[in-house]
């Protein structure tokens, strides 16, 4: 763990129920986990953590909330479910990180802004046309992101070459789209 | 059965050829796929990474799409695409309450009962390696192939599970079939990085770089893929790779359907090679392996 | 007013049927650590609680029973392997015919007590006969019970 | 006529002090059937136990109720003086007026009545009390070892060394088992086989043993005291009453190239062969898959060089039949394989290859590789290409600890073997590096985690604490992908050579073995013991029992331990001609048994049969129950299943009860 | 449907079992009665018609004496089968003793008029177990009922209303033991009530020793009741005896999954346990 963690680990800290709220969320016990870090081994990003996977079980099992809401792991995920399939315990890892990530980014805590930056532009984008509009994306998300020449090299010969093209594709009912994401996202139940 | 086609929006764009490709050998071995009238995007990673349900919602709706046009079974080519489907399949299955909480958003109570199948396990359970073989004309003789299956392909097992999550072996038997030879190497189901592709472009770049050395290692030619995004990775990026660890890596990466068409007597245009970044066609030439009279066996 | 009295005298008579290799233990480790408990309990001390057939109960409700209590080894510490796995089995059955029977199968008790559990055994004890005693006199069974003396009386 | 005695025991004032003692005998002596009541000071006591004696033969009693302390306590002393006083002791029966009432009780109303409630149930019980005799079954004063590795020495030997016949059945063709392959044996490092060979040589020389290689039990019949047992020694095709070991039929067979078992396919022997050089007996094997002769017809050189006509083609299977008394289970285990096809049910890994890459070997084949008789002759090196190799990555828990390949245990004794490895690769190859990825090390046991010190303070082994992600190949090296979650990192080692320390499992059959047996196994097929606390060495079919590997992982010294354990307890059972039980068992009322067995069915002991019942001309009238009263153990399941109630349970009958509930309540 | 009396008769000719079991016409209107067929004259009288309401393995059990050397064949309902199962489960004859005439059932009527009412739940239209075959399945225009509404809604009531109910039944029983007798699975020479030492349910009929007796046959009958009906058809005193035994069958299925009469190798669910049962009532 590389990030100095900023709560006090206390009696409080320790008896909050985090982990309940994973268990529910996630259908994962956090106290299977027996920290053996085969997760961690096989981790296709773990050259871009602070917390390890394993860690993050950890900060499960102490009830960290703030902490783990807190970590940029979750955003660095690949979602290559590399450490689930590994799992001695069966525990299914990568669910327990898209869970955390939904929490962070619902409670807006300081999280990867790129990567939640770039989820929110391709949702946007496929709410608008109901099929990724590639050219759109990249574009908004390098302005967004305040990198507009990134990858900028490749554009002209993919358009050149026909892979990306210059107007969105739309589908014929637009409503579908619309309400998927109305009912899914603006439900009071929330995440699950 | 009556085969749904789902090409997913990355077949409609930046993996053209990947769609361009697969109709070919489609229409060669006489498989009759019909693509989904109106299917809208999967939702890829941003979706189920943001919401649960969102996740869900998007794939099954698609599966609602299908069932409505009297598909029943759905294939898919692209790796995310098919994961996706799988799983929102699965939960949905599994849970009448998540069954109930999805129709209400897609305000549709339609009961898509489909199997999903990814092209390789059509190819593999469906059609049959055997029928492959006896159609090659072309056989990619002493082409050295190494099959990338990357992660959407094999993971998690317990829900898609045509193949060994840990040493996956149905596309090198395709590529065998086909007459190449399918190397055994260390990468098949190593991450490329997926979707932070745009984001995090320098996990991408890194994680590909040991692909790609992988393969080097063990004498590739080429590397097969069957998802747009490992695709798009390994190939547009290929150069800023280079760029980036001084490495000098030169290593095609082609579709599986583009390797098969080939075998099957396409030729280049017809499986569109020259859409890639790192060109294909000076290998195949170098090994004679793009058939002389393509248009000939295109108008037969 | 009356009947709080009446209540407040009534002795429960409570029956139980115990393996002698777990709770029978117990019970004797309850006296020997001199803990105290109420005097309504009448043991009966069986091998195993396999041996503790449900007619065994019905008996003991015949004779004025208001509760009863049976207890033995926990899973898996059955002497003989597996003769309280039978028992569980015998009496998730016969507690639900007592139920829809009518019978209060609150006044019927499981419990696991091991050799060691002294304490669970007296306090045990003494929950269930202020459960039963809360209950009252088991007085459904007893009054047709009553009826055998009237029609002997008769004949 | 009953004629009942009551005797109240004051325990001086442990009884006396809550129960009024002199108000419960007197109203004891009211009680039905009660023809005498007296009470005393402590009725335990010589003087006590006398007046019980004389008040027998005075008053003609016919059964005993000592109202005292708990029958756990003294039942056996007054039933003692009972029998003294000619009086089958089972009319003896004690209420427990102290544990049960004087002492949790302080209201002395309430005691002295409830002390006259016990003791009116036990004298209401006493009289419904038949005269019981103890059950004697006949010993066969020998004992059985299934099993010739290092346990199944044990026992051997020290039964034999107490004066008792043994019968031992290995089913390899030598006995030593898994320790015969081990190099050196922590915590001590001493060589293996010069401990183990000499006690090898003990058993074939020992008068008392009787040593059957190369042979499977076939059949099991019969309970304790008294098995049959049916051996299947299976072909060798050599005449081990003639061949005299001299080797020359090994030295001159063609067939070289077979994979030896014995040194985990690392090496390779003869069509026929002996295991190993120092293998008891010394008779060689014909391996009939691979001997030329078997194929092609052809060959027999082996029987031309054979001077004394020891080699017999045309040999077949025999079946030999023993009796025995007592049988010792000590078939040991087997390695769990990383490999994808598998007859059980668990998993291999993927991740580590399945066992493909020549490099990445299991623990037991690194001890050949380290053994000075191994196929290196005790130099490291590794199978691909015979390099030293100079980086070793030992991965620990390798099947054991993960429950998504299906086992859940800890195999035990990988952390010390795996120190052990890491200081004898140390030894031989000095400039080598060992790392040990590891999750917790257990190393509990006498000078065992001084031993794990060591090799971490002076051989320089480097612990790494995680598990292991991923192990493939680049070029020469195995690439190890690990963590070390104590600094929280991904961890990469270029390793010569990969050492797995898999988890421990039962031999394979073991079902079946166990099925033949009678005896219990649990989910993993490790044998069950009796009870997991108090009888760990027994199994629940009484005369069987257990030593070593074969009921749960073990090291050397417990299975020897558990092997000593489990002779005492057979030389216990032979030391006399009769076994004698307590007559606590079921017995079936056969006219109106029906024969549902469902009683056979629910016997734990499976000590139930069935009987045929046939008239006078032979016809089969019914089918009943039968109990076998010397495997009953009297626990009563059968009776309360019975629906018609035809098996009763001597000493706890469904009267005595009955009588009891009924005089609970007055 | 004459073919059940063909088959009679030629398994009688061929000489191949001692008798056959079935059904012939009734004295009375709208009932049916048991014959058994030793010669084959007489294998004319064996119909199966919709009022073939009983359940004919009670002929099978030793006290009929009929298995004895040769095997008996008999007239089988898919749902009567589910008793011979049970009869072979518990050893009581073995299956190459009878010879099973099972025949299509499309539902029968206790009185000509009304569908009985075990056959609204039944799903064995077609026997699990036969050695020959007859009748044609008609599709069945009846609603599937829950076997166990009845038994659901009797739990519904009070404690004291379940209890006032069994007393006001219970108290007409006259202990004639009609309901055992008729009982195919109530097999064993000597019952229980029978049993004098000791004598665990009093002789006489008390609202008592009733309730002994009728718990001790719902217990006993617990995971073996096939649910034919037959005791309380049996009883004169109609007292609604087929409540208890589902009550049982729900118990049994609830908790451990098992259902009567299915599998002939299965182990009894009372002389059989798993590690997992639950045991949420101990404490």
């Known amino acids: 763990m590389k990030r100095k963690l900023e709560t006090q680990i206390t009696l409080n800290t320790l008896i909050d129920s985090f982990s309940n709220e994973i268990k529910t969320l996630s259908k994962v016990n956090a106290y299977e986990c027996y920290q053996c870090g085969k997760c961690t081994a096989g981790c296709s990003v773990g050259d871009f953590l602070e917390e390890t996977p394993n860690q993050m079980m950890r900060l499960i099992q102490l009830n960290l909330r703030d902490e783990a809401l807190n970590s940029k792991t979750p955003f660095l995920c690949a979602t290559c479910n590399t450490c689930t399939a590994r799992c001695p315990m069966d525990i299914d890892i990568a669910k327990v990180m898209e869970t955390i990530r939904i929490l962070s980014e619902k409670e807006k805590k300081k999280n990867v802004k790129e990567v939640s930056k770039f989820s929110k532009i391709f949702l946007d984008s496929i709410k608008n046309h109901g099929r990724l509009f590639e050219l759109g994306l990249t574009a908004r998300f390098n302005i967004e992101n305040k990198t507009p020449f990134k990858d900028s090299e490749l554009a002209p010969s993919l358009i050149f070459k026909g892979k990306l093209s210059l107007l969105p594709q739309k589908i014929k009912n637009r409503k579908r789209i619309k309400k998927i994401f109305d009912n899914s996202i603006n439900e009071k139940k929330g995440v699950e | 059965m009556n085969y749904g086609y789902f090409p997913g929006c990355s077949l409609h764009s930046t993996a053209r050829e990947f769609n361009i490709s697969t109709k070919a050998v489609c229409s060669s071995l006489k498989i009759n796929f019909t693509e989904v009238e109106d299917w809208i995007c999967c939702g890829a990673t941003p979706a189920h990474t943001t919401n649960h349900d969102l996740g869900l919602a998007l794939p099954y709706s698609n599966l609602q799409l299908a069932a409505q046009q009297g598909f029943d079974t759905l294939v898919a080519p692209c790796a995310a695409c098919y994961n996706r489907l799988k799983v929102s399949d699965f939960e949905i299955r599994k849970s009448d309450e998540k069954k109930n909480r999805i129709h209400e958003i897609t305000e549709d109570k339609t009961e898509a009962d489909i199997s999903i199948l990814h092209l390789i396990e059509f190819f593999k359970n469906d059609f049959g390696i055997e029928e492959i073989k006896s159609a090659v004309k072309n056989p990619l003789v002493g082409l050295r192939v190494a099959s990338y299956y990357g992660c959407l392909l094999v993971r998690p097992n317990e829900i898609v599970n045509f193949d060994d999550e840990e040493n996956p072996t149905s596309m090198d038997e395709i590529v065998s079939a086909i007459g190449a030879d399918a190397l055994d190497w260390s990468h098949k189901t190593e991450c490329c990085g997926a979707a932070h592709a745009i984001p995090k472009t320098e996990i991408v770049l890194q994680l590909c770089k040991k692909l790609l050395q992988a393969a080097e290692n063990s004498s590739a030619d080429c590397i097969a893929v069957a998802c747009p995004l490992c695709h798009a990775n390994l190939d547009m990026r290929q150069n800023q790779i280079n760029k980036t660890f001084g490495t000098k890596f030169n290593t095609p990466i082609l579709y599986i359907t583009q390797l098969m068409g080939l075998a099957l007597g396409y030729g280049a245009n017809d499986l569109s090679l020259q859409s890639h970044f790192v060109d294909p066609i000076k290998l195949l030439t170098r090994k004679n392996l793009i058939p002389q009279l393509e248009k000939m066996n295109r108008e037969n | 007013m009356e009947e709080k009295i009446l209540t407040s005298q009534f002795e429960p008579k409570i029956a139980s049927f115990v393996c002698t290799w777990c709770t029978y233990t117990g019970a004797d480790l309850a006296g020997t650590s001199r803990l105290k408990y109420e005097p309504n309990v009448r043991i009966i001390r069986l091998p195993c609680t396999g041996r503790i057939d449900y007619n065994l109960i019905i008996k003991a409700f015949e004779n004025g029973a208001d509760g009863i209590l049976v207890s033995g080894c926990h899973p898996n510490d059955c002497h003989y392997s597996s003769g309280n796995f039978y028992a569980r089995r015998r009496f998730i059955v016969f507690r639900e015919l007592l139920q829809f029977i009518g019978i209060d199968v609150r006044r019927v008790q499981f419990a696991w007590v091991s050799a060691a559990e002294g304490a669970k055994w007296a306090k045990l004890v003494n929950k269930f006969t202020s459960e039963i005693k809360d209950l009252g006199q088991f007085t459904n069974y007893q009054k047709i019970k009553r009826d055998i003396f009237l029609e002997e009386a008769v004949i | ?666 | 449907m004459n073919s059940i009396s063909e088959i009679a008769k030629k398994l009688l000719d061929e000489n191949r079992v001692s008798a056959v079991v079935g059904y012939s016409i009734g004295s009375l209107p709208n009932k049916t009665k048991t014959v058994i067929v030793k010669s084959s004259q007489q294998a004319e009288k064996l119909i199966f018609n919709n009022l073939c309401v009983n359940n004919l393995a009670i002929y099978l059990t030793k006290s009929f004496r009929l298995t004895t050397q040769k095997p008996v064949a008999v007239v089988m309902k898919g749902c009567d089968v589910k008793s011979v199962t049970g009869l072979i489960q518990e050893k009581q004859i073995e299956r190459e003793q009878v010879f099973i005439i099972g025949v299509k059932c499309n539902g029968v009527s206790e009185d000509g008029k009304n569908l009985s009412p075990k056959c609204y739940s039944c799903k064995l239209q077609t026997p699990k177990m036969y050695d020959i075959l007859v009748g044609e399945e008609e599709e069945k225009n009846i609603e599937f009922k829950n076997p166990f509404s009845d038994v659901e809604e009797f739990e519904k009531k009070s404690l004291d209303e379940r209890w006032n109910f069994w007393m006001n039944e219970l108290e007409k029983c006259v202990k004639c033991y009609a309901c055992r007798q008729v009982c195919p699975l109530c097999y064993c020479e000597k019952c229980i009530v029978d049993k004098t030492v000791p004598r665990w349910i009093e002789p006489h009929t008390s609202k008592s020793s009733n309730l002994s007796w009728h718990i001790t046959r719902a217990f006993h009958l617990a995971g073996r009741c096939t649910g034919c009906g037959e005791c309380e058809r049996a009883c004169h005193h109609n007292i609604p005896l087929s409540l208890l035994n589902k009550k049982m069958a729900k118990v049994v299925y609830d908790n451990f999954n098992y259902q009567a009469g299915l599998d002939d190798k299965a182990k009894s669910p009372l002389a059989d346990f798993k590690f997992q049962d639950k045991e949420d009532f101990i404490r």
């Not at chain 4, 290196?376 to 390099?387: A, H, I, M, N, Q």
């Not at chain 4, 002076?458 to 690990?482: H, N, T």
């Not at chain 4, 009943?624 to 626990?635: E, H, S």
Request: hydrophobic fraction near 35%; proline fraction near 4%; charge should be neutral.
């Open chain 4, 1 to 666: 006529m009953s004629r009942i005695g009551v005797f109240v025991c004051y325990c001086g004032e442990n009884i006396g002090r809550t129960v009024n003692c002199s108000e419960v005998t007197q109203r004891a002596a009211k009680l039905r059937d009660v023809v005498y009541s007296v009470d005393y000071k402590y009725m335990c006591s010589d003087p006590g136990q006398q007046i019980i004696k004389d008040a027998i033969k005075k008053y003609n009693l016919n059964g005993i109720v000592v109202a005292s302390c708990s029958p756990l306590m003294h039942e056996k002393t007054f039933r003692h003086a009972v029998v003294e006083a000619g009086l089958n002791p089972f009319l003896c029966e004690l209420a427990n007026i102290r544990e049960h009432c004087s002492w949790v009780h302080d209201d002395k109303r309430n005691a002295t009545d409830k002390a006259l409630d016990l003791i009116r149930m036990m004298v209401e019980k006493v009289k419904k009390n038949l005269p019981l005799d103890t059950i004697k079954i006949p010993v066969t004063r020998r004992a059985l070892v299934i099993g010739g590795g290092v346990a199944g020495i044990q026992a051997a030997l020290d039964i034999a060394d107490g004066g008792k016949e043994v019968v031992m059945v290995e089913k390899s063709p030598s006995i030593g088992g898994h320790m015969a392959q081990l190099s050196e044996t922590f915590p001590t490092l001493d060589c293996s086989q010069c401990i183990l060979t000499p006690k090898m040589v003990d058993v074939n020389s020992h008068k008392n043993i009787k040593l059957y290689t190369y042979s499977e039990i076939e059949n099991v019949k019969g309970y304790i005291g008294n098995f049959e047992i049916t051996i299947r020694k299976k072909t060798r095709y050599v005449d081990d009453s003639i061949c005299n070991g001299c080797g020359i039929c090994i030295e001159k067979c063609p067939q070289k190239k077979i994979n030896s078992e014995f040194n985990t396919n690392l090496g390779t022997r003869k069509a026929i062969y002996v295991p190993f050089p120092q293998a008891v007996p010394n008779i060689p094997v014909i391996d009939k898959e691979n001997c030329t002769y078997f194929k092609n017809g052809k060959c027999k050189v082996c029987e031309k060089f054979c001077d004394r006509n020891a080699i017999k083609f045309e040999q077949t299977d025999e079946f030999i039949k023993e009796n025995v008394g007592a049988i010792v289970v000590a078939t040991g285990f087997d390695l769990y394989s990383i490999e994808k096809e598998r007859s059980d049910n668990y998993q291999g890994y993927g991740e580590y290859g399945y066992g493909k890459d020549p490099d990445i070997i299991n623990s037991l084949q690194f001890e050949r590789l380290l053994s000075a008789s191994g196929p290196t002759l005790g130099e490291v090196t590794r199978p691909s290409d015979g390099k030293i190799p100079e980086t070793v990555v030992f991965i620990q828990c390798v099947g054991s600890r993960d429950k998504s390949k299906g086992i859940e245990f800890c195999s035990k004794i990988c952390c010390m073997y795996t120190a052990k490895h890491t200081m004898l690769y140390k030894h031989k190859v000095h400039n080598g590096k060992a790392f040990v990825f590891y999750m917790d090390i257990r190393a509990a046991g006498k000078n065992y985690d001084e031993f794990v010190r060591r090799a971490i303070e002076e051989d320089e082994a480097i612990y790494l604490r995680g598990r292991v992600s991923r192990i493939y190949r680049e070029k020469d090296k195995l690439i190890v992908k690990g963590a070390d979650t104590l600094i929280g990192k991904q961890v990469e080692i270029a390793a010569d050579l990969v050492v797995l320390a898999t988890a421990m499992l039962p031999q394979k059959d073991t079902v079946p073995f166990a099925q033949k047996l009678g005896i219990g196994y649990d989910k993993y097929h490790f044998l069950s013991e009796a009870h997991p606390k108090l009888k760990p060495i027994e199994t629940n079919t009484a005369g069987i029992f257990l030593a070593g590997a074969c009921q749960a992982p073990k090291d050397i010294p417990e299975a020897v331990a558990q092997a000593s354990a489990a002779a005492s307890k057979v030389l216990g059972l032979c030391s006399n001609d009769q076994l004698e039980r307590e007559p606590y068992v079921a017995y079936v009322n056969e006219s109106s048994c029906i024969g549902c067995e469902f009683c056979l069915q629910s016997c734990t002991y499976s000590a139930i049969e069935n009987k045929s019942i046939v008239n006078s001309k032979g016809e089969l009238v019914k089918k009943v129950a039968y109990v076998n009263k010397g495997v009953c153990q009297g626990c009563g399941t059968c009776v309360s299943i019975c629906r018609s109630k035809s098996i009763d349970l001597a000493g706890y009958t469904d009267e005595q009860i009955y009588s009891e509930i009924n005089s609970m309540f007055v």
